[in-house]
């Protein structure tokens, strides 16, 4: 009788469960996201150019114009332009750009220090690449409403995409784990944690986007963001792979000022 009433007791036990299990579904859903940056009054985007320091091994000016078109060609309803890819260095020049200075109301009075390089005294040197801070001090060029106004004007009053991009070699030693395999004497496999002491080289990339408003030349928004990767020493990454492992990092936030997105997950539902 004993067994008999285990018997029953486990039988409605896995029929509950199968009841309850059975009651519960997974259905996939989207929760849609505004974009940070209202541009429904745009037909057309221009990636102009970025000022570009850090590692010469990568043209970052010229990569990451060439990879932000293709992406909002896919993810935007926006119209890219091709247009050349600025030199900015050279346009700050011809707007006589004073780094570290503001601009005038007009976005004109502008000037040069001699204590900068030319963008031709930079050509054919081994310092071509600037550090962050001399990077940050051609910035003013982006206060010039006169000249992406007339920028504008040519290509029928885009929004204007450029900013600046830093990307260059980073490296740090340290103890990191590891996972280890072990085998007893029974053969049996085990995996446990090893911390050891490790020099790791890999890069940083600090890219800061600008929008600018191309009938008026005014800058609607700005946003930066900094990555870094790291490799072993022994394991020898292409500097240009770098860029682009860490650009993919960056890419939704760049296309969610600029259009529409869904962040796609599940939900589990009680029938």
């Not at 009841?19 to 929760?31: G, H, M």
């Not at 020049?93 to 390089?117: A, F, H, I, K, R």
């Not at 395999?181 to 995996?191: K, L, N, P």
């Not at 792979?241 to 760049?254: G, T």
Request: glycine share 8%; proline share 4%.
């Amino acid at each position: 009788m004993t067994a008999y009433l285990k018997t029953t007791v486990s039988g409605l036990l896995l029929l509950t469960i199968s009841a309850c299990t059975s009651s519960f579904y997974e259905i996939p859903i989207e929760t849609p996201l505004q974009p940070k940056l209202d541009v429904s009054r745009f037909q057309r985007v221009l990636v102009a150019g970025f000022l570009a320091g850090g590692s010469d091994d990568v043209d970052a000016n010229m990569e990451t114009a060439r990879l932000l078109r293709s992406q909002l060609r896919n993810e935007s309803r926006l119209d890219v332009i091709d247009a050349e890819v600025l030199d900015l260095f050279a346009v700050a020049e011809s707007e006589g750009v004073v780094p570290g200075e503001g601009t005038s109301e007009n976005g004109d009075d502008l000037g040069l220090t001699g204590t900068q390089t030319s963008s031709s005294e930079r050509d054919g040197t081994e310092e071509e690449a600037l550090s962050e801070e001399e990077l940050e001090a051609y910035e003013p060029i982006f206060a010039n409403v006169g000249y992406w106004r007339q920028l504008g004007e040519e290509h029928q009053n885009p929004l204007i995409v450029t900013g600046t991009v830093y990307f260059t070699p980073h490296q740090m030693s340290g103890m990191v784990t590891r996972e280890r395999e072990i085998y007893d004497d029974f053969g049996r496999r085990r995996v446990i944690p090893m911390r050891a002491y490790r020099d790791r080289e890999g890069f940083i990339l600090s890219p800061k986007f600008i929008f600018i408003d191309g009938s008026t030349g005014v800058t609607l928004y700005t946003e930066r963001h900094r990555e870094e990767v790291l490799y072993d020493a022994t394991q020898n990454t292409p500097p240009l792979s770098s860029y682009f492992e860490l650009m993919d990092r960056l890419i939704p936030s760049f296309l969610g000022a600029l259009a529409d997105q869904n962040i796609r997950g599940s939900r589990i539902m009680l029938r």
